[in-house]
């Protein structure tokens, strides 16, 4: 595809205005990775259901060449779907810090070039992730399924030129009936060995079964022991049982090659008291062998919604993210969570462990403006151990029920994550041009990667009002900024979702 020289977006001076509210955006350089939609119309090969929003992305992921810290490389859904997934996977490449950007599709749909021939044979893909091994090969990982059929398929695919072309996807999983749900992947090539590289996610059963306690979501796990060339077949590493499941498995590495997989487990959800944790496994010897599971703490979270509407957010309310200080070893987990509001709103929280994830601390709030609705936190050590935290929130909204104004924020600590200092990454865009998939949507997570000492947020924002681009991917930029006031008004989630409700809302697909 040709390359796009995409201009900086000078929000250092630039007056941003939405829905009568004007305020002075932050002095932060945002880079846009994403453009126009390269993909067909009704590329699919099928007919589709639900409302698709042509030229939106949503969800990005971001991973930083260790070969060369000026080569970025991102991925995002694009022209996502109300009810689930888009039309494919894109790429983007930087060879510049993100100055400028180029172009490419994995094969993971038919809309991205994907065929029988090539594994890729599917009508949506959703849950982009990628990850740099320390030689230079990429390695992407999709969630591919259709919409008009129950086949659905776990694929990855590699580069060995920086990104710019993709492998045929090799299938580690695959099933072909609704009742079947395969979701939340996410790969991770060690970065200590790059003949190692992981694969993890949940499968759901008995989706159809009028019982719902016979429902089930165990974690699956796949490796590669040859740099992606091949993989072995996948197995189940942790089962919690009936009428329950894990979601948003994740593997880190430790300095000295030990696993960590981070999920939430939600357990007997039809009980008197169900049980809500994010939990961690660990392997000490390449995922051959997992421990039971370990605790880090509860997940309280409760959703996001318009403050002034009821509008639902859809959120990373059950999707924490986890990072690992290359140096020291040290493991620090975020995830949204509602206890230091007692319930009333939703937060970014954050826990440490400094004993290989045996034991955690307690979790603290890093989100500065207490009293605003916050979201979807992504989390980072730099080469320095500096940790940050990326994240929403409503801060900046007015009574204004017509916009919904929301904000991204950088938050650092400098000691180990016991006390932060924020900063505004952009001004405040509508949230409510997102694309509407069982919440105003901007993706699930978000990308939070770093180059040397500079950390580098890669997120979604919406193009306020333009409902033909609702949204665009950028990464941010010279982020050494003041600390930000927390301004803003009280404002409290009166629409609190259920524990199915919000589990369901990030489902691949919703039937």
């Known amino acids: 595809m040709n390359k796009l020289i995409l201009g900086t977006i000078a929000l250092s001076l630039a007056l941003v205005s939405t829905g009568g509210a004007t305020q002075a955006a932050a002095p932060f350089e945002l880079q846009r990775a994403s453009g126009a939609s390269p993909f067909a119309l009704n590329c699919n090969g099928a007919a589709q259901t639900g409302i698709n929003y042509p030229n939106a992305e949503v969800e990005p992921w971001i991973t930083v060449n260790p070969r060369n810290p000026n080569h970025l490389v991102s991925v995002w859904q694009q022209d996502r779907w109300s009810n689930g997934g888009s039309n494919g996977l894109l ?16 094969k ?61 996807p090799i299938e580690l999983q695959r099933d072909t009936a609704f009742d079947f749900g395969l979701d939340k992947e996410a790969i991770t090539a060690d970065p200590n060995n790059s003949r190692y590289v992981y694969a993890v996610w949940d499968r759901l059963t008995d989706l159809l079964n009028p019982d719902p306690t016979q429902y089930t979501g165990p974690t699956w ?11 072995e077949p996948a197995r189940n590493i942790y089962d919690p049982g009936r009428d329950s499941q894990t979601i948003a498995n994740q593997i880190a590495v430790l300095p000295d090659g030990t696993l960590i997989n981070v999920m939430v487990s939600f357990i007997l959800f039809d009980s008197p008291a169900p049980a809500v944790n994010v939990v961690v496994l660990r392997s000490t010897n390449h995922g051959v062998t997992w421990s039971a599971p370990i605790i880090v703490n509860s997940l309280q979270a409760i959703g996001v919604v318009d403050p002034q509407t009821g509008h639902a957010v859809r959120t990373g309310d059950t999707i924490p993210d986890i990072a690992v200080d290359a140096h020291s070893g040290a493991v620090y987990v975020s995830w949204q969570d509602s206890r230091f509001s007692a319930g009333a709103r939703d937060g970014i929280v954050l ?41 929403y929130d409503f801060r900046h909204d007015t009574r204004n029920p017509n916009t919904l104004l929301t904000n991204y924020w950088l938050a650092t600590s400098r000691d180990g994550g016991r006390t932060f200092s924020e900063t505004p990454v952009g001004g405040s ?38 409902l033909a681009n ?11 900024i003041p600390d930000a006031s927390e301004g803003g008004f009280t404002d409290v989630n009166t629409h609190r979702a259920s524990l199915r409700a919000l589990i369901a809302s990030h489902r691949a697909r919703h039937h």
């Not at 790429?91 to 994995?106: I, K």
């Not at 796990?221 to 993989?231: C, H, I, L, N, Q």
């Not at 004993?355 to 979201?375: E, H, L, M």
């Open 108 to 168: 993971f749909t038919r809309c991205s070039g994907g065929t029988v021939a090539n594994h890729g044979d599917y009508e949506r893909a959703s849950d982009p992730w990628v990850s740099f091994a320390p030689d230079g090969t990429l390695h992407q990982i999709s969630l591919s399924f259709d919409d008009s059929d129950g086949n659905q398929a776990i694929l990855v695919s590699r580069s060995t030129d920086g990104g710019l072309h993709w492998s045929n």
């Open 221 to 231: 796990f796949s490796r590669s022991t040859d740099g992606g060339a091949t993989w």
């Open 470 to 480: 609702r949204t665009d991917a950028f990464v941010a930029v010279n982020s050494d």
């Open 429 to 466: 865009f509508d949230m409510s041009t997102a694309p509407d998939a069982l919440g105003y949507f901007v993706g699930d997570y978000e990308g939070l990667a770093h180059a040397g000492d500079a950390f580098l947020p890669f997120f979604v924002r919406a193009n306020s009002g333009n």
């Open 91 to 106: 790429t983007g490449v930087s060879l510049d810090g993100g100055s400028t950007w180029q172009r490419s599709a994995a």
């Open 351 to 391: 826990s440490k462990s400094t004993d290989g994830g045996r034991t955690w601390s307690d979790p603290v709030q890093v989100n500065k403006a207490r009293r605003a609705q916050a979201f979807t936190g992504s989390v980072d050590v730099n080469t320095d151990g500096v940790v940050a935290v990326t994240y």
